[in-house]
């Protein structure tokens, strides 16, 4: 039998029932820093899908940007690899970046500027960060968890559409799109770029080139998760820092590796055949986005859901 798909929910194992997770569930609150206020967003401002972390085969999957600012590791790091020691800076969330001719390229997850003695920028980097899109179907096993999680935490989970992380949509739907517009600016202003992301995720993209600290545009920010056993609680690790040229970088996680061709030609063939000349599309994924109050806009639509689930919170079925 599967087990629960969740991990953690509103920042907290699902099977931590100390009270400042209580409190966490009950407010649908975030511990982790959202530039929206003090609670989840994620899908919703009033009903929000809380999950952050899922179960990734014997690894967990972060699903949600703003698990990544955990005790802002990201923002030392990111400045570490920006600026030499000792700059004094300033970290900014989504900056709008615009091209040149006015249109939005989106906003940049956060701006680090350098600050000169009178707060004018001395220079910036910026750092965007990379969760996982989800295949399958979270929410109603997010729902179920929550009518009881003293309960439903051990619960087992027997549905067709157990949710998994889907990294290669995460790589080509958002990251690529992100480096090339986004990045593609910053580059060309001379300006370097972070990108955080799960060690699981990292290890998906293709090997990429490295070059010397001081030589690079692009770092990687690896991190993972260990488990502090005290306060009942999963703590963001950094592993590696990565560090590669940009345009290099672009090149090879958007250049794919060609399969055989005769296979491609026989499939087509056996469809032919077959008579299946129309074919289903593919099913669509949840995306790592965390939706921001009605007021502010968002520059990625939320993600849509199936609800084709079944459980079982005995592990009768």
Known sequence: ???NPLVEVFGYPVGNMLPEAIAHREGRLCPYHNSSGLNCTKNSATDPLGVCTVVDGANFAITCPVRFRQDYVIVSDAAHFFFPAGTRYLALT???????YGHSAGNIDITIAALNEDNTVADFGALEVQAVYI?????????VYMQNPAQNYAMQWTSKSYPKPDYLSSSRKR????????GGIL????????VAVQRPFFEQLPALPQVDPAQSDLAWLVYDMTYDKLNQR????ATSTIYTSFKAALA???TAEPGNMGDFVRSLENRIKTG????APQPSEFPPSVEPLPEILSDEPPGRRDDGDDIDTNGDN
């Open 1 to 3: 039998m599967p087990p």
């Open 94 to 100: 989504e900056v709008r970046l615009n091209d040149k």
């Open 187 to 194: 580059n060309s202003w001379g300006k370097k770029l972070a």
């Open 276 to 279: 299946k000349i129309m074919g």
């Open 252 to 254: 090879f996680i958007t």
């Open 175 to 182: 990251l690529v799109p992100q480096l090339i517009y986004k």
């Open 234 to 237: 999963y703590r963001l690790a």
């Open 135 to 143: 295949s399958g179907n979270v929410s109603k096993a997010f729902k």
